[in-house]
């Protein structure tokens, strides 16, 4: 609570990326522009907004495993430039991922929301990976989803571990799947759900250079291999 109040009361929210930056991402994922239409969509409403304040509905990436899902969510994040937080449910067990545990366990400790909320803004992205793995338990690890993904619940979500109640409704989810059939309706129907085909043969060519990239910029060594793939 401490290092919450240090950030203090004004935190800022998503700026809508530009035009030039959303016609850089139509290129590199040019299998992806349905979703990148939504983007666009988004950024002339905040033009209308006051304050300028982006938002997206939370968006459900539908396909088979290598087609760049997990790939283009992070590529968006980094469009938007916010905090980012990736939660793989693949390999989770238990709902403490995102909403924390409760203090009487010795293991205890806040979740992924809250974590991803001890920023400077108020508006970050949840990358939410294979949520269709996500295990049967007695604390399925989806739960508090149905919470957050409202933004009228989500203004007053508590962490479980913290026990403060904090207002996540500016979080941006962006979550993928193999098979969208395995995910509970209720569940489903709060997404804006997008398939994602594999790329052609000739868009491939643009995704292969624009992962290259990405990998080399981000890398430390990655300035020891050439620009261009």
Known sequence: IKKAQKLGAVRRMAQAPSLAALDAL????PHSEPVIALLRQ??????VTPGRVYSLPPILLVGEG???KTAFAEAVARLLDLPTRRVDMGSNTASFMLSGSHPSWS?????AVWALLHASASSGVMLVD???KA???NYPPLGPLYTLLEPSSARNFADEYVEVEMDASHIIWIATCNDAE??????????REFVIEAPSEAQ??????SVYRERRNHAAWGAVFPEQL
């Open 26 to 29: 139509s290129i590199a994922y």
């Open 42 to 47: 988004r950024t002339a409403l905040a033009q």
């Open 66 to 68: 290598g087609v760049g």
């Open 107 to 111: 293991s205890a400790k806040p979740g």
């Open 130 to 132: 294979e949520i269709d």
């Open 135 to 137: 295990a049967d338990s």
């Open 182 to 191: 395995k995910i509970e309706p209720a569940l489903r129907t709060r997404f």
């Open 204 to 209: 491939m060519h643009a995704v292969a250079h």
